[in-house]
């Protein structure tokens, strides 16, 4: 394409609202996914408006951005319906990506981008199922009213979609369960824009840090019951060889320090909280594996951030995994949940030459998740259903 042409393609891309749960600098797939998308959309001429919860003192953006204090549960459902609606009025198209929020109906097209089952999540933040309850099992066994009430609500929006965009294979078979058809699901999957300069090596890394040569073992995530860091403290206690650095917050912080606390772990696990995300990279870097094993992933950046590093991967077999480790090729995938694999994998970890090795073809397959054509397929995409 011209550039003439690419100016005037970009001319007719529209005006889109997005609508989300959480912006950055706020962690998490969806905030992590808009910094890095958003810009790349501008460039191609979509003249944005961004509406989502957050803290409004929480850092400028390059897009247009209300933030919708977290107050009062009816009271902020008004406030973001309220600024919703006259964004919608002058909108081409609404992008989406967290179900279940209050926009008003009607307006213009809407595309959804799931990541996830909000009805699974919000039941168990609100204690209507047990916190290790399966997703899987949750898609098919019957509940109470109230979480009944949770899943219907959910198909029944995302049934409504011009376009539901997911980023993997497992996703696409969840939400195809849900009763949105097939046609209307299109597979993008989840990409990192190239590192901007090299990575330093993992001695460098560590020597910024400050950090001894101990076999380390790294997890980021939020701190919620489905990630499993519980299950790898309690692998932890088995595999004294390796120190944890555990980066991230949530709620289940203070029950995971108790465990660190009650198994006496504390000279070998390090929680950091929320830290930046170049900060995450070099800590990535130093670490002799990254560990997930998670009982829930749609498909993990963290796993992405890692492999883009070198760093091989421990994580569990399940949802999005399998898209991006191959067992004993890039990293170990371990049964979930299955605390004596989870033991087993940690000890096959210090094995010599696997870290090594499996390091080695971290690269192998990233070409799949290739940023550009996340961009190039999201824009096509959102330009489809705006005509």
Not at 12 to 37: D, F, K, M, N, Y
Not at 57 to 62: D, I, V
Not at 173 to 178: A, H, I, S
Not at 335 to 354: S, T
Request: charged content about 25%; hydrophobic content about 40%.
């Amino acid at each position: 394409m011209s550039e003439p042409e690419a100016r005037g393609h970009a001319r007719r891309a529209g005006r889109l609202l997005v609508a989300s749960g959480i912006a950055p600098p706020e962690a998490g797939g969806p905030a992590t996914w808009l910094q890095e998308v958003l810009p790349a959309l501008q460039a191609l001429g979509w003249q944005l408006e961004v509406i989502s919860y957050g803290d409004a003192a929480s850092g400028e953006q390059p897009w247009p951005l209300r933030r919708i204090p977290r107050s009062l549960l009816p009271l902020r459902l008004a406030r973001y319906a309220r600024a919703a609606w006259p964004r919608m009025r002058r909108a081409d198209l609404v992008l989406h990506t967290t179900p279940g929020l209050p926009l008003p109906p009607g307006g213009p097209p809407r595309v959804y981008r799931i990541v996830g089952d909000q009805a699974w999540e919000r039941s168990i933040r609100r204690g209507w199922i047990p916190p290790d309850e399966d997703i899987e099992r949750f898609q098919c066994q019957r509940y109470g009213r109230l979480v009944e009430l949770q899943k219907t609500l959910r198909s029944r929006e995302l049934q409504r979609a011009r376009r539901v965009i997911v980023p993997g294979d497992w996703l696409r078979r969840l939400v195809t369960g849900w009763g949105v058809t097939p046609t209307q699901i299109q597979v993008i999957p989840n990409a990192l824009p190239p590192a901007s300069m090299p990575a330093p090596d993992q001695a460098d890394a560590r020597r910024q840090l400050g950090l001894d040569d101990h076999p380390l073992l790294l997890t980021a995530a939020r701190l919620t019951p489905w990630k499993g860091i519980d299950r790898l403290l309690s692998a932890l206690a088995q595999a004294p060889h390796f120190r944890l650095i555990v980066a991230g917050d949530g709620p289940q912080r203070p029950a995971l320090e108790r465990q660190v606390e009650h198994l006496k772990l504390e000279p070998r696990v390090r929680f950091m909280g929320q830290i930046t995300r170049p900060q995450l990279a070099l800590y990535m870097q130093a670490a002799d594996w990254f560990v997930l094993y998670s009982g829930y992933e749609g498909l993990s950046h963290s796993l992405l951030e890692s492999l883009q590093v070198g760093t091989p991967v421990i994580a569990s077999d399940r949802c999005g995994n399998p898209e991006v480790i191959t067992n004993d090729h890039n990293g170990l995938l371990v049964p979930w949940p299955d605390g004596d694999a989870l033991e087993a994998a940690l000890q096959r970890a210090l094995q010599p030459d696997l870290r090594e090795r499996l390091a080695g073809n971290a690269a192998d397959g990233l070409e799949r998740f290739s940023f550009e054509r996340m961009v190039s397929q999201t824009d096509a995409l959102l330009r489809i259903c705006r005509d």
